[in-house]
């Protein structure tokens, strides 16, 4: 499945990361460096990525990382907060139509942004539990936002968050645990998370 496009909103959360690029090749130059960074990031997680290694997949000098990035906490920074508008775009495309309808694609969509993004998703995760970033759970909540608006329910919805918690829940430990029951690959394990929260909405709608 295809990236959504970015976004203006996006481009500013990477802008308060790095050096705001105005011209075409200043823009080209970050693009290259955010996919390299994530690649790199994806691959070695955040401890081991070296902004030589990302500077080197990107074709470029560490001397231009630095122009546009403080550190390597700021270029994580930024990767991560465009992960997050990513997953709001895509979520905000979340068909209309009944609800075990939007309930089943918001599962199956959650599930291919993690399969998208695994290695990275991981490194955001493991970089959260190590430094208390609230990346994680606004990735969670991008998620809960997204099907309270689908489903029409108010903001903070009880029955929206258990089911948010449910597929977050199984993603993580899909992402993390290299022996866990179930896979976030596994298309049939993803079609029974999907049965289990519409049979949940189901009981307390």
């Not at 496009?5 to 011209?23: C, E, F, G, N």
């Not at 390299?36 to 401890?47: H, I, L, N, S």
């Not at 001397?63 to 700021?74: E, L, N, P, Q, S």
């Not at 139509?97 to 969509?109: N, S």
Request: glycine residues 8%; proline residues 3%.
């Amino acid at each position: 499945m295809p990236r959504p496009k970015s976004t203006a909103s996006q481009s500013r959360a990477v802008d308060k990361w790095s050096l705001p690029a105005q011209q075409a090749r200043s823009k080209a130059t970050r693009g290259k460096l955010l996919s390299a960074a994530e690649k790199v990031f994806a691959e070695q997680g955040y401890d081991g990525a070296k902004l030589s290694d990302i500077a080197e997949e990107a074709g470029v000098s560490v001397g231009a990382v630095y122009f546009r990035f403080k550190d390597k906490d700021a270029l994580f920074q930024a990767i991560a907060e465009t992960f997050t508008g990513e997953v709001r775009a895509r979520m905000n495309v979340v068909a209309s139509g009944p609800p075990e309808e939007i309930i089943r694609g918001f599962v199956m969509g959650s599930a291919a942004q993690m399969r998208a993004h695994r290695g990275l998703f991981r490194a955001i995760l493991e970089r959260g539990f190590e430094k208390g970033s609230d990346t994680i759970f606004a990735v969670r909540d991008e998620f809960a936002a997204a099907l309270e608006r689908a489903l029409d329910r108010r903001r903070g919805d009880l029955a929206v968050r258990v089911m948010t918690q449910m597929v977050y829940g199984f993603l993580i430990a899909g992402v993390l645990n290299h022996k866990a029951p179930t896979r976030i690959g596994d298309a049939r394990a993803i079609a029974e998370l999907a049965n289990a929260c519409v049979a949940y909405f189901r009981g307390v709608k």
